[in-house]
C-alpha cells in the first residue's frame, strides 16, 4: 500500500483540508459540522451535514464524514447506502470497503463483510497492523457465521479409595443395650473412564441450543459391589445479552450400579449468569431432580430434589479466580415420609483457580455442609439424624497441547453426625489424562 492509501485510513483523525477545499466553509452548518466531527461528537455532525446537503452537494470526502458520522451514532442502514455510493464512483477505495465491511459486520451480514475484508487482504503494500486487525476480524466472522460447535472428550483415571462404602470409624453401634457390630473401612484402587460429547447449534448470535451426551464408568478392583455406570443425555437452551446469559437445561441420567439397573434422573435446571463488571461475575441456578428407583428394595426411595445455589465469581491479579457460591435445598419422598430419605441441607463452598504457569493451573476448595433429615429413626437412636460435612478438594491441570492435558486430584472428606453409624473421613487420590477435539 502506497503513502497515498495510508492517508486515506486515517482519514477520520488526521487534517480536513482536502475537505474544506472543496465545501462552502463560510456556511454555518458546516463549520459546526466539522467542529463536532473533529471533536468526535458525531450526532452534532450528523445532524448538521444533514441541513448541510438541503443546500448543497457533498463531496466525497464529506460524504465519508456524514457517513461515518451516521455509523458511529447507530445509523447503520444510512451509513451503508452511503458507502456504497461511494465505493461506486471510486471501486478501488479500500479505507471505503473497510468501513463498509464493518458496517455490514454491524448489520450481521457477515457473507458480505467477508468478502469485502478479503478483497482488501489482497493489497499487497497493506500496513501489517492493518492486516493483522482483518485477519482477526476475519477469524470473528468465520466463528460468527458457523452454526454448529461440536467438542468431545475422552478420559482416563485411576486412583485410591481409602474408604469405598463410607463406613463409620467406630466399631460398634447399639441396640438398646445389645451390641451391633459395624463393618469395617475398605479401601481399593478404582479406575474411571469419560466420554463427553457437547453439541451447540447457534439458532441466532444470541440464541443457541445446547446438547451433551455423558458416558461414565467407575470400576474398583476388589470392592465390585460399588461399580458405577452413568449416562447422561442432555439439552437446553440459552440465550445471550451483552453481559448475561440466562438457559433452561433438561437432563435425563441412567444409573447402573454393581451392573444393575439402579436408578433414573429426570432434571430441570433454569440458571442465570450476570458479568457485574470485567472481573466480577453472578451466578445462580435452580435444580430440580425427580428421582426413580428401579430396584424393588430401593423403591421407598423415590423423591422429588430441589436445590438453589447463587455463586459471584470474581479474577484478581495476584489470586486467580475466586468463587464463593452458596446452597441450599431438599429433598421430600414422593409418597409419605422416610427418616433415610427427607431432608433439607444447605452448603458453603469457597475455590480457586490459580494459573501457576500459561499451561499449569492449581485448584483448590473447601465447602461446609449440613443437613438435617425430618423424620425420626426409631430403631437405633431415636432421633433425627444431622450430619456435619466438611470437604477439601486440591487439584493441578497440566495442558501439554490444545488437544492433551493431565490431572491430579485430591479429596478429603470428613462427615460429623449425631448417629455414630454415619460418622466417617476418607481421602480420594486419582490422576487423570483428557483428550479433546
Known amino acids: 500500500m502506497n503513502k497515498k492509501l495510508l492517508s486515506s485510513f486515517l482519514l477520520s483523525t488526521v487534517s480536513l483540508t482536502s475537505v474544506l477545499a472543496n465545501e462552502n466553509y463560510s456556511n454555518e452548518h458546516f463549520q459546526k459540522a466539522i467542529e463536532s466531527y473533529q471533536n468526535r461528537l458525531f450526532q452534532d455532525s450528523y445532524i448538521l451535514l444533514q441541513q448541510y446537503t438541503k443546500e448543497n452537494k457533498l463531496s466525497s470526502d464529506t460524504t465519508f464524514i456524514l457517513a461515518r458520522s451516521a455509523y458511529e451514532i447507530g445509523k447503520f442502514s444510512e451509513a451503508l447506502n452511503l458507502y456504497k455510493s461511494m465505493l461506486k464512483e471510486n471501486p478501488n477505495n479500500n479505507r471505503v470497503k473497510l468501513e463498509l465491511a464493518q458496517t455490514y459486520f454491524q448489520l450481521k451480514q457477515y457473507d458480505e463483510a467477508k468478502a469485502l475484508y478479503e478483497e482488501v487482504l489482497k493489497e499487497p503494500g497493506l500496513p501489517q497492523n ?210 433415610n430419605v427427607d431432608y433439607d441441607f444447605a452448603s458453603l463452598r469457597y475455590e480457586n483457580m490459580y494459573p501457576l504457569t500459561k499451561s499449569t493451573i492449581l485448584t483448590n476448595g473447601i465447602e461446609l455442609y449440613k443437613d438435617i433429615y425430618k423424620e425420626n429413626e426409631e430403631f437405633l437412636y431415636g432421633n433425627k439424624r444431622r450430619n456435619d460435612k466438611v470437604i477439601y478438594d486440591l487439584g493441578v491441570i497440566q495442558s501439554i497441547n490444545k488437544n492433551l492435558s493431565l490431572g491430579a486430584t485430591f479429596r478429603y472428606i470428613n462427615n460429623d453426625s449425631n448417629q455414630n453409624i454415619y460418622e466417617y473421613d476418607k481421602y480420594v487420590v486419582k490422576s487423570n489424562i483428557y483428550y479433546s477435539f
Open 130 to 339: 492493518v492486516r493483522k486487525n482483518i485477519e482477526f476480524t476475519l477469524n470473528s466472522l468465520d466463528k460468527k457465521s458457523q452454526k454448529n460447535f461440536i467438542k468431545t472428550t475422552l478420559g482416563f483415571g485411576y486412583g485410591f479409595d481409602s474408604n469405598v462404602d463410607n463406613n463409620s470409624s467406630d466399631n460398634l453401634v447399639y441396640w438398646g443395650n445389645i451390641p451391633l457390630s459395624i463393618e469395617d473401612k475398605q479401601s481399593d484402587h478404582v479406575a474411571e473412564y469419560i466420554l463427553a460429547l457437547n453439541h451447540t447449534y447457534k439458532l441466532k448470535d444470541d440464541l443457541t441450543i445446547d446438547n451433551r451426551f455423558v458416558g461414565y464408568i467407575q470400576k474398583y478392583n476388589n470392592e465390585y459391589d460399588n461399580d458405577l455406570s452413568l449416562t447422561v443425555f442432555g439439552t437446553g437452551l440459552s440465550y445471550y445479552t451483552q453481559k448475561s446469559k440466562l438457559s433452561l437445561a433438561f437432563d435425563y441420567n441412567y444409573v447402573w450400579l454393581d451392573n444393575s439397573t439402579y436408578l433414573n434422573n429426570y432434571i430441570l435446571t433454569p440458571s442465570f449468569d450476570y458479568q457485574i463488571d470485567a472481573n466480577l461475575m453472578y451466578k445462580t441456578k435452580l435444580k430440580l431432580i425427580k428421582k426413580d428407583f428401579k430396584q424393588t428394595q430401593y423403591e421407598f426411595r423415590d423423591s422429588t430434589y430441589y436445590e438453589l445455589q447463587n455463586s459471584l465469581a470474581f479474577l484478581t491479579q495476584d489470586f486467580g479466580i475466586n468463587t464463593f457460591s452458596f446452597t441450599f435445598g431438599t429433598d421430600n419422598k414422593d409418597k409419605g415420609s422416610h427418616y
